[in-house]
């Protein structure tokens, strides 16, 4: 099946082991080893066993590993409690693990061992938008299914993936709607030079012009960056009511060390970010970034029993003094929605799977999800938090109900033409 991007140009936590096999993690393979992508490849899965195997993609290394890692903590919690409780059509998950480290064209050659060598049912994985995109084709031409777990840019669909973190609807326009309640008129961009803060910003550019904001400066680093003394001083001088900021990994350390060093804050001039959550919080210093904004549809602070559950079993594994984010929960919902994708359609092969995908729903720790089998993504509910003094972010908005996704933005008039 072919991407429509191109057309378009609780179960209690039980302590059973994940059978684990950490095939590689980090090591090269060639083009001979494993094909990238051109032509489509007859599957190899393998469901005659006890078990079947599906596959964990995430960086481990490199600048994206203070973020990656842990979402690889929330599927192995996942891939334990399934196996706990009988596993999936009865088989046990067997994991095969390995590590993009921060580069795409690693995810690329990776998803295809995954794929090709090792077989796999269906990968959970990727975190930046590179990384998505150069999976993409090698999932389309074998097949093969990847669940990606994080907030992106939106303006792609594709029958070979699942996107169950936040569309641009459900994240960036919720948060520039609650910018523009709190009569924030300028703005100032900045983020990683890549994928989806440039795409991100050019739908915030719309945006303004269509609401009466003006963008007062916009700037790009590269990704893991850690010189940000020019910028921070370019933002103090612009004055603007707030700032956007789509930073990714590591670089947001840099960022709000320098920033607070300018003399600025949440009070004198707020940020709002998207790629900041719970566990980012020690590495930057709650210090620089206490009172500061964030946009996602989870925080480890929501009040329902499946969270409370979730949270609780993810201390449990992996120690009390340890938080839990929105990629982590969309990693781990994840899991669960292939789980009743599978069991739904009786069967792990790829097209049967797709055809029962839609509808599909998942009581999560975020609130009910519901697959959109027209777009592959699912509902979220849009959330504003504010970090507070003890490192957690509490909501200070939230949406009303879910959020059908729009990943092409065809709701919203000021955004034609963006796709």
């Known amino acids: 099946m072919k991407s429509i991007a191109l057309q378009r140009a609780l179960i209690p936590f039980a302590a059973a082991a994940v059978v684990a096999t950490m095939s590689g993690c980090g090591s090269q393979i060639s083009e001979s080893e494993a094909d990238t992508g051109s032509s489509s490849a007859a599957s190899c899965v393998d469901t005659s066993g006890d078990s079947v195997k599906i596959g964990f993609l995430n960086s481990l290394s490199g600048t994206m590993a203070i973020s990656e890692s842990t979402v690889f903590d929330s599927l192995s919690l996942a891939a334990e409690e399934i196996n706990a409780d009988g596993g ?12 993009g480290a921060s580069e795409p064209t690693k995810f690329a050659e ?3 061992k995954l794929i090709q060598q090792d077989c796999t049912a269906a990968v959970f994985g990727g975190w930046t938008s ?9 999932f389309e031409s074998n097949d093969a299914l990847l669940f990606y777990p994080v907030q992106y840019e939106g303006l792609e669909s594709s029958d070979n993936i699942f996107y169950t973190g936040a ?11 609650y910018l523009a309640e ?7 961009l900045i983020g990683s030079d890549y994928v989806f803060p440039r795409t991100a910003n050019k739908i915030i550019n719309a945006y303004a012009e269509a609401h009466g904001m003006e963008i007062v400066g916009e700037e790009y680093t590269p990704l893991g960056s850690t010189e940000f003394s020019t910028i921070v001083n370019k933002v103090r001088d612009s004055g603007a009511d707030a700032v956007f900021n789509t930073l990714n990994g590591d670089s947001n350390v840099a960022f709000f060390r320098q920033y607070t060093s300018v003399g600025l804050s949440a009070g ?7 790629s900041i959550a719970e566990e980012e919080v020690p590495g930057i210093g709650l210090e620089n970034v206490e009172g500061q904004l964030t946009a996602w549809d989870y925080y480890q602070t929501l009040d329902t029993p499946e969270n409370q559950a979730f949270v609780a079993a993810f201390k449990e594994k992996y120690g009390q003094d340890r938080v839990t984010s929105d990629p982590m929960e969309a990693a781990y919902t994840s899991l669960y929605l292939w789980k009743a994708m599978v069991e739904k359609a009786g069967s792990f092969d790829v097209d049967k799977v797709q055809d029962a995908a ?3 729903s998942f009581e999560a720790p975020e609130g009910t999800v519901t697959v959109n089998g027209e777009n592959n993504h699912i509902t979220k509910t849009p959330r ?13 908005w939230e949406a009303p109900e879910a959020v059908e996704p729009d990943p092409y933005l065809d709701s919203y008039d000021w955004a034609a033409g963006l796709s």
């Open 130 to 138: 590179s990384s998505r995109k150069a999976m993409l084709p090698v």
């Open 182 to 188: 709190q009569g924030t008129k300028t703005l100032f």
């Open 110 to 112: 990776r998803a295809a």
């Open 167 to 177: 569309t641009t609807n459900q994240q960036i326009i919720p948060a520039l709607d």
């Open 268 to 274: 004198t001039m707020p940020v709002v970010s998207v």
């Open 358 to 360: 839609d509808g599909v």
């Open 384 to 396: 504003i938090g504010k970090i507070t003094s003890d490192g957690l972010i509490e909501t200070v």
């Open 88 to 99: 999936v059509l009865g088989k046990q998950l067997e994991v095969i693990s390995e590590d």
